[in-house]
């Protein structure tokens, strides 16, 4: 097999788990957390490491900010044999109840990006796979973090977010973020609608888990607005969750 063209390796690592940061400043901290982990490559946004968990070799690799390119690494992983992916991220917490410093597993996403929609209609959802969702919950609870399950929005404009007022589009967004407040979004962030999407389409199993790093809604509610900047929880809960799919996983 040729390397792939934009993720600059092939097939020979062997690897059928990837755990999927945005940052490619955090792909060498998350392969630390892995046995044996070494550089694998470097390419455009693309950092891998590679190392072992439970016995089965997995990668670590950033997929960049955004949409496309994360389907475009998640494809061309799948054509090098992985078929689990779990993203590690950030969000900022939508939900009252959810705080700097807590985990967000997501389930679902609201598809506010524009990358799935090349893929499949509107009203297809984005949903993560129930066998990574279900490990990546045992997982934080095993670790003992507080974590919330249920639905996130997945956009692609951070300062349509943050800055909605200057848009021109400013009244439609604010009143979408309404909504999803009042349906019970529990957070906002902008890659996993689209991982969840490409990973359905090419029959793989998708889950995400993400660091909440604040909550502008309780700070506009006057509630405490704690920052949780350590992304370690996150880390942690995907590489447990990996050991705890590779047990399931050797059983079938």
């Known amino acids: ?14 690897a059928r788990y990837a755990i999927l940061p945005g940052d490619p400043g955090r792909v ?26 439970a016995g089965q070799k997995v990668l670590a690799m950033s997929t960049g900010m955004g949409g496309p390119s994360t389907a475009i690494g998640v494809e061309e992983l799948y054509q090098t044999g992985v078929d689990t992916f779990i993203r590690i991220g950030t969000c900022g917490g939508m939900n ?6 807590d985990l967000v597993v997501a389930n679902a996403a609201i598809r506010m990006e524009g990358t799935s929609k090349e893929y499949v209609p509107v009203e297809f959802p984005a949903v993560s796979n129930i066998q990574v969702t279900n490990a990546l919950m045992a997982a934080a609870e095993k670790l ?7 639905v996130v929005q997945c956009k692609d404009s951070f300062y349509g977010q943050h800055s909605p007022d200057r ?13 999803w407040i009042k349906a019970g ?7 996993s609608s689209a991982l969840f999407i490409v990973a359905q389409i090419l029959g793989a199993r998708a889950g995400c888990v993400l660091n ?11 509630l405490e607005d704690r920052e949780g900047h350590d992304t370690t929880p996150g880390i942690r809960a995907a590489v447990e969750a990996i050991r705890i799919l590779v047990e399931q996983d050797s059983k079938k």
């Open 1 to 14: 097999m040729e390397k792939m063209y934009h993720i600059g390796f092939d097939g020979s690592h062997g």
């Open 28 to 53: 060498e901290s998350i392969a630390q957390f892995l046995d044996n982990p070494r550089f694998l490559a470097q390419n455009r946004e693309y950092t891998t490491w590679i190392g072992v968990v």
């Open 96 to 101: 009252l109840k959810v705080m700097g410093g």
């Open 144 to 150: 003992g973090y507080t974590c919330h399950t249920g």
């Open 167 to 179: 848009m021109p589009l400013g009244r439609e967004l604010m009143d979408k973020w309404d909504a």
């Open 185 to 191: 979004c529990l957070a906002s962030e902008m890659e």
């Open 212 to 222: 909440v790093i604040w909550n502008q809604e309780r700070k506009k509610a006057g």
